[in-house]
C-alpha cells in the first residue's frame, strides 16, 4: 500500500492550509495514523497523530491550531492548519502504522512567509 500526501503549499503567517493523505488500498487497517514533519538539519518530528477509534494527540507547538482527522471508510486522513507560523515551516509526512509496519508518505512541503 502507499500513502499520497497533499495540500502542502505557501502561505502567509496566519493563514491556513489542510493537508490530505490517501491511502492507495481500502482494504487496509490502520491503527494509527499521524503526521509528521522535518526540517533540515532536524530529526523528523510528530505532529498529530489519531487512532482508528478517533482519539487524538497533538505535539505542545501546533495544539489548538491544528486538527488532524480521518475517515476509516476511505483510509484518508488530513491536518488542518490554521493560524500557521513561520516555524510552521518544513515538510509534512504522514504516516499510517499497521501491528506489522510503518507506511509513509512521500511528504509534502509547507512554507509559511512572515
Known amino acids: 500500500v502507499q500513502l499520497q500526501a497533499s495540500g502542502g503549499g505557501l502561505v502567509q503567517a496566519g493563514g491556513s492550509l489542510r493537508l490530505s493523505c490517501a491511502a492507495s488500498?481500502?482494504?487496509?487497517?490502520?491503527?494509527?495514523m499521524g503526521w509528521y514533519r522535518q526540517t533540515p538539519g532536524k530529526q523528523r518530528e510528530s505532529v498529530a497523530s489519531?487512532?482508528?477509534?478517533?482519539?487524538?494527540n497533538y505535539a505542545d507547538s501546533v495544539k489548538g491550531r491544528f486538527t488532524i482527522s480521518r475517515d476509516n471508510a476511505k483510509n484518508t486522513m488530513h491536518l488542518q492548519m490554521n493560524s500557521l507560523k513561520p516555524e510552521d515551516t518544513a515538510v509534512y509526512y504522514c504516516?499510517?502504522?499497521?501491528?506489522?509496519?510503518?507506511?509513509w508518505g512521500q511528504g509534502t512541503l509547507v512554507t509559511v512567509s512572515s
Open positions: 489519531i487512532t482508528s477509534s478517533g482519539r487524538t
Open positions: 504516516k499510517a502504522q499497521t501491528t506489522l509496519y510503518d507506511y
Open positions: 488500498r481500502s482494504d487496509f487497517r490502520f491503527n494509527v
